[in-house]
């Protein structure tokens, strides 16, 4: 168990559908990291935020947004939904702005049907 | 953008036995780090090399951060059935990267008791 907790842990929903995600880091952790992992493009970086503050963007659809809350729990946002983002979502957290020992929750399957 | 290729796609081996993987990059990372998935969970971080040239074990586990900072290994000695699952090399750049990792496309590892 790493600490990091990811609801719900399974999600199936419609075309065009809007979702949310859910995460809590580890006590103690600062930094928020959202991943999505496909049989396709494998693990790809989304977003990263740092107490409250957005660090570091990877390819992240217009469509899919984050924000970190003042708790430092974290939420993914995903609209419009298109078959194509069914995927698992990892959250990851550490302690610092550059953390490298990135400890992930045991993410989110998301099937759009 | 930055990509990892990991070596190889997957390996069958018997239990005992020693394996051994690789990643290279095109582009140069101040970290390299190697996590382990099994199925549907999220990865677990095995080693983490902040220098080139080190050197880290984690038990059976042996990873070497390479000389050029373009490449990291990752040995497994004495092969044991809980070895299964997917290992994963993943990159740092460091600087306005922050916390973003890269991920190779993962070794699929089957051990035959």
């Known amino acids: 168990d790493s600490g990091v907790t990811q609801t719900p842990k399974h999600l199936i929903t419609a075309t065009g559908q809007r979702v949310t995600l859910r995460c809590s880091p580890r006590?103690?952790?600062?930094?928020v990291y959202w991943y999505q992992q496909s049989l396709d493009q494998g693990l790809q970086f989304l977003i990263q935020y740092y107490n409250g503050e957005e660090r570091a963007k990877g390819n992240i659809l217009e469509r899919f947004s984050a924000q970190q809350f003042p708790d430092l729990h974290s939420e993914l946002n995903l609209s419009s939904l298109e078959l194509g983002d069914s995927a698992l979502y990892f959250c990851?957290?550490?302690?610092?702005?550059?953390?490298?020992?990135?400890?992930f929750g045991p993410g989110t399957r998301l099937t759009v049907t | 953008g930055q990509q990892l290729n990991q070596s190889p796609q997957s390996m069958f081996i018997q239990e005992g036995e020693d394996v051994s993987m690789n990643c290279t990059s095109s582009?140069?990372?101040?970290?390299w780090l190697w996590y382990k998935q099994d199925p549907g969970e999220g990865p677990v971080l095995l080693i983490a090399?902040?220098?080139?040239?080190e050197l880290t074990s984690n038990g059976r586990l042996t990873a070497q951060f390479g000389i050029t900072r373009k490449d990291s290994f990752l040995n497994i000695s004495a092969s044991i059935p809980s070895d299964v699952g997917i290992y994963f090399c993943a990159g740092r750049a460091g600087g306005t990267s922050y916390g973003k990792l890269t991920f190779g496309q993962g070794t699929i590892l089957t051990v035959h008791p």
């Open positions: 990851a957290s550490s302690v610092a702005s550059q953390g490298v020992e990135q400890y």
């Open positions: 582009s140069i990372f101040n970290t």
């Open positions: 006590s103690g952790d600062l930094s």
């Open positions: 090399l902040y220098k080139a040239g």
